[in-house]
């Protein structure tokens, strides 16, 4: 089997996240390691057992590391990615691709002139509620997508205060830094986007520099539409979605691996419940389809063109919530 050496830049949360589950894959390891904070560096070497490396430029030329995993904040994203593609190196890079479209632009530019595999971190493609959604739109039972609601309710930060969250330029504001998974989802089971609508202010969080909380309106190229709700000022959090479709509609109240709830067109038909799939670990699965794709050779599940999309949506509603108009994608 071959060895797929990983070397790791950002190493916070997720940045571990990501290389503890990817370590317990057969023939992974994380070999080399970067963070611009020394402490945090040091201990991710010593957890991996890898070499600490100040200048992430020098983690990606690097012979022991075959492909390189992005966790810098969302903003900075873009010079790591571009240097592990310049060193030949595939790239795995945490959700949102980039805070803005020209970041996304000139990081497809880079793999794709190098080319090396691309993927992004959308991690709730490997959810079990987002999975069983996915699958029941593909056809049976519910088929296409008419109409998609999705409410992601919070209360602020919290534990993940981190001051680099509260800049737009750093993170992408909340629509990218939380709501990219949501509208990767939505993207994900109802196609492209074609027109953006969005309202929205600042209410409550005054240390950011973003509206934290919005109503992004979406009209997809299939002709179906769809709302996201999307705020951190609530003191009653919920995660949840509606999607009504050709033959019928689902809830998932509590999104994150809970039951859905269907009912068909059919005459007579019965409100029914469905616990979805067991999975494993997300985060595991998608380290799992990231090297699974170096080592076949085949496409990523999430290339960065793909990822792309969602940043060009929170673009637009961005505009669209400064303006007033409309945005065209
Ligand atoms: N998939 C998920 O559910 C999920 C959850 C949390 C975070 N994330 C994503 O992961 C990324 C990181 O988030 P986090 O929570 O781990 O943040 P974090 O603040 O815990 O970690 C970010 C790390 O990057 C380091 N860093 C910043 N600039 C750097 C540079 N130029 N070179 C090397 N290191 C640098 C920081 O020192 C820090 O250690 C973000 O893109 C975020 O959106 C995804």
């Known amino acids: 089997m071959q060895q797929v050496r990983l070397g790791l830049i950002g190493c ?30 040091a201990e991710a070497a010593g957890k991996y057992s890898a070499t600490a490396v100040a200048d992430y430029a020098d983690l990606v030329t690097r012979g022991d590391v075959d492909a390189v995993v992005v ?31 020209a970041d996304c632009d000139a990081m497809i530019a880079a793999v794709e002139a190098a080319g090396v595999k691309s993927m992004v971190g959308q991690v709730c493609r490997w959810h ?27 209360s602020g930060w919290g534990a993940n205060s981190a001051p680099w969250r509260y800049s737009r330029e750093l993170s992408g504001g909340t629509l990218l830094e939380v709501n990219a998974h949501e509208l990767d989802f939505m993207l994900w089971v109802a196609g492209p986007v074609k ?49 009504d479709c050709e033959h019928g509609s689902a809830t998932a109240a509590s999104f ?17 419940t469905l616990k979805p799939d067991k999975v494993e670990t997300p985060v595991l699965g998608e380290m799992r389809a990231f ?39």
């Open 12 to 41: 916070g949360g997720m940045g571990k996240a990501l290389c503890d589950q990817a370590v317990t894959l057969p023939g992974v390891c994380v070999t080399a390691v970067s963070d611009v904070d020394a402490e945090r560096c």
């Open 71 to 101: 966790a810098t904040p969302g903003g900075l994203h873009r010079p790591p990615v571009e240097a592990a593609a310049a060193a030949g190196k595939h790239v795995f890079s945490e959700k949102p691709l980039a805070a803005t479209v």
């Open 128 to 154: 079990p509620t987002h999975r069983m959604l996915h699958k029941m739109v593909q056809g049976w039972p519910l088929g296409a997508v008419r109409s998609i609601y999705v409410e992601r309710l919070g």
């Open 195 to 243: 027109r953006v609508m969005a309202v929205g202010g600042q209410m409550v969080d005054l240390r950011s520099d973003y509206p934290d909380c919005t109503w992004v309106s979406l009209a997809f190229e299939s002709g179906a539409v769809g709302v996201l709700q999307s705020t951190g000022v609530t003191t009653l959090p919920s995660y949840a979605a509606r999607l």
């Open 256 to 272: 994150f691996g809970g039951e859905i709830t269907y009912k068909l067109w059919e005459p007579g038909a019965e409100t029914q």
């Open 291 to 329: 090297v699974t794709a170096i080592r076949d050779d085949t496409a990523t599940a999430v290339p960065f063109r793909e990822a792309r999309r969602t940043v060009a949506v929170v673009e637009a509603a961005y505009h669209s919530i400064a303006t007033g108009q409309a945005v065209e994608l």
